[in-house]
């Protein structure tokens, strides 16, 4: 279990990984949530309520619509991507509910598969070394980001 820093290198109430003693937020899971990644982060998901990070580097938000409260300035955004986002029917249907995110993970795919904005995303991926996909939704565990992350990991290992 992470634990909070209190005195050392990091403000309080970072949340510090116990194997590697440094800022959760350095330390990536696979898409598979295997093992951690360090070094090259590659392909990121982060809520764009989060502060912008000079490790972020170039920052995609893939919402169809504009986070509430938001202002772009604080967004710090190089690119909006709302085709990339799953349609409006697939997403109201899901609803953020996990019981039904197995089945919204098939569907989105399918919706990645045949849509053409998704090839922009994979040349953003491979011209840029850092890419962050900022959403919107409360559960960082439950959300179309991480499906779509690991679209963009499965079809840049295929190449």
Same mark, same amino acid.
């Given at each position: ?22 800022p959760l937020s350095y330390v990536r899971l696979t898409s598979r ?28 938000? $893939?919402?169809? *619509? ?9 967004? &710090? +955004?190089? @690119?909006?991507?709302?085709?990339v986002a799953p349609s409006p029917q697939l997403r109201k249907w ?36 850092? $890419?962050?996909? *900022? ?9 179309? &980001? +991480?499906? @779509? ?11």
């Amino acid at each position: 279990m992470p634990k909070l820093a209190g005195m050392g290198p990091f403000p309080p109430k970072t949340v510090v990984s116990p194997s590697f003693g440094i800022p959760l937020s350095y330390v990536r899971l696979t898409s598979r949530g295997r093992k951690p990644i360090m070094g090259r982060m590659g392909i990121a998901i982060k809520r764009i309520y989060e502060s912008p990070e000079a490790p972020d580097g170039y920052r995609v938000l $893939v919402d169809r *619509l504009w986070p509430r409260g938001m202002t772009k300035e604080r967004a &710090a +955004l190089d @690119l909006w991507m709302k085709d990339v986002a799953p349609s409006p029917q697939l997403r109201k249907w899901f609803g953020h509910d996990p019981a039904r995110f197995a089945e919204f993970r098939a569907q989105y795919i399918a919706e990645l598969d045949a849509n053409a904005a998704t090839e922009e995303l994979l040349r953003i991926c491979a011209e840029y070394p850092d $890419v962050t996909l *900022l959403y919107a939704a409360k559960d960082p565990q439950v959300n179309h &980001a +991480l499906v @779509l992350r690991d679209y963009l990991e499965d079809a840049t290992a295929a190449k």
